[in-house]
Antibody
Framework: EVQLLESGGGLVQPGGSLRLSCAASGFTFRSYDMSWARQAPGKGLEWVSFISGSGENTYYADSVKGRFTISRDNSKNTLYLQMNSLRAEDTAVYYC???????????WGQGTLVTVSS | EIVMTQSPATLSVSPGERATLSCRASQSVSSNLAWYQQKPGQAPRLLIYDTSIRATAIPARFSGSGSGTEFTLTISSLQSEDFAIYYCQQYNNWPPYTFGQGTKLEIK
């Protein structure tokens, strides 16, 4: 069974940094592209970032470009999201997801809450 | 960036009845569209991909149709567990992947 488990969320001050992790199991991690998406409280879904299976290709939403960095460690079956220069509008539940055929996300992890507030 | 617009924002339907949810793209996405279901406090779950193909273990009462810019998710006979928020997502022209704002399906 494919499982994705996020961790690393929490309360951080504006301008601060946080690193999220997503531990993957149940599939050959290095063979699959992965993404991060987020959902602000009471709002809809927003795609954040994508990384190819090898880690060679990465893409970002304009809202996080230059501040967030996606990476992966295929030896540890783990996906990361390094978030710097955090803003109040980055407050959200962050989900990792397996990107199937570079198209849809399935499955999604359970999410980790990031709160940016002073 | 392709903008996805869902309607209505909220849909009130009685159990056992049919629900029809709409999703419109600002430009053609061919058949490259997925639907997700999200229940309170849970992660989104894939229902439909490539406009009309049900994901694994999704009941046959869920069906998708459309192409180009107009898409529909139909739930033929609503069960209590179907009341949730539904999102469409395009993957024809990315980055970015874009989602609709969601339709909340509530019990009438």
């Amino acid at each position: 069974e494919v499982q994705l488990l996020e961790s690393g969320g929490g309360l951080v001050q504006p301008g601060g940094s946080l690193r999220l992790s997503c531990a993957a199991s149940g599939f050959t991690f290095r063979s699959y592209d992965m993404s991060w998406a987020r959902q602000a409280p009471g709002k809809g879904l927003e795609w954040v970032s994508f990384i190819s299976g090898s880690g060679e290709n990465t893409y970002y939403a304009d809202s996080v470009k230059g501040r967030f960095t996606i990476s992966r460690d295929n030896s540890k079956n783990t996906l990361y999201l390094q978030m710097n220069s955090l803003r109040a509008e980055d407050t959200a539940v962050y989900y990792c997801g397996l990107v199937y055929r570079q198209n849809w996300l399935d499955p999604w992890g359970q999410g980790t809450l990031v709160t940016v507030s002073s | 960036e392709i903008v996805m617009t869902q309607s209505p924002a909220t849909l009130s339907v009685s159990p056992g009845e049919r629900a029809t949810l709409s999703c419109r793209a600002s430009q053609s996405v061919s058949s490259n569209l997925a639907w997700y279901q999200q229940k309170p406090g849970q992660a989104p779950r894939l229902l439909i991909y490539d406009t009309s193909i049900r994901a694994t273990a999704i009941p046959a009462r869920f069906s998708g149709s459309g192409s180009g810019t107009e898409f529909t998710l139909t739930i033929s006979s609503l069960q209590s567990e179907d009341f949730a928020i539904y999102y469409c997502q395009q993957y024809n022209n990315w980055p970015p992947y874009t989602f609709g704002q969601g339709t909340k399906l509530e019990i009438k």
